[in-house]
């Protein structure tokens, strides 16, 4: 019989390790990342299973766990799955990455929160002038590959 799966609290527990000492582009603590967007699929009437994907979303992107290491988790499969399509691979087409998450049950919700922090307005402001807009357009494109509408971000002035 296999392992029971993680908890949610372990889940998170996992997450804020494996990204320990890490910032992110505004120089905050990776993990208020990670929080924000389980905070965002819970928010937006996520499964648990959908706000623990959200815990672990960059893990295997960002090299903080393995791919193996998700394999062997005791995670359902369906978080794994959810896990893996918004991970972006080396190279990959942005049409290939967004096509990935629309055809994964329960994966755009994760994304859709993900890209709602990300365009959070006081987080862009954090960011440098050429920054900001670069990635501002970025997260307007994959928005709009995946079919959610425009996120609500001021335009530099």
């Known amino acids: 019989m296999p392992p029971p799966y993680l908890t949610l609290t372990e889940a998170e527990s996992i997450a804020r ?3 320990r000492g890490r ?21 937006r009437g996520g499964s648990d299973e959908q706000i623990a ?11 903080a766990l393995s791919r193996r290491w998700l394999e062997g988790a005791a995670l359902p499969e369906r978080v794994k799955d959810m896990v893996l399509a918004v ?27 993900d890209l709602a922090h990300h365009a ?6 954090m960011l440098e002038p050429a920054v ?12 709009g590959l995946l079919g959610l509408p425009a996120a609500n971000v ?4």
Do not use: M, N, S
């Open 17 to 19: 390790e494996a990204h």
């Open 154 to 157: 001021p335009q530099d002035g």
């Open 120 to 125: 959070d307005p006081a987080r862009l402001a």
């Open 87 to 113: 991970t972006k691979r080396d190279g990959e087409d942005l049409r290939a990455y967004t096509g990935r998450i629309l055809a994964t049950p329960g994966a755009l919700l994760i994304k859709e929160a």
């Open 23 to 43: 910032r992110d582009k505004a120089g905050r603590p990776y993990a208020e990342h990670l929080a924000a967007v389980a905070e965002g699929v819970r928010a």
């Open 132 to 143: 900001r807009t670069r990635l501002t357009a970025k997260y307007a494109q994959v928005r």
């Open 53 to 63: 994907a959200a815990w672990l979303h960059d893990a295997v992107e960002d090299d």
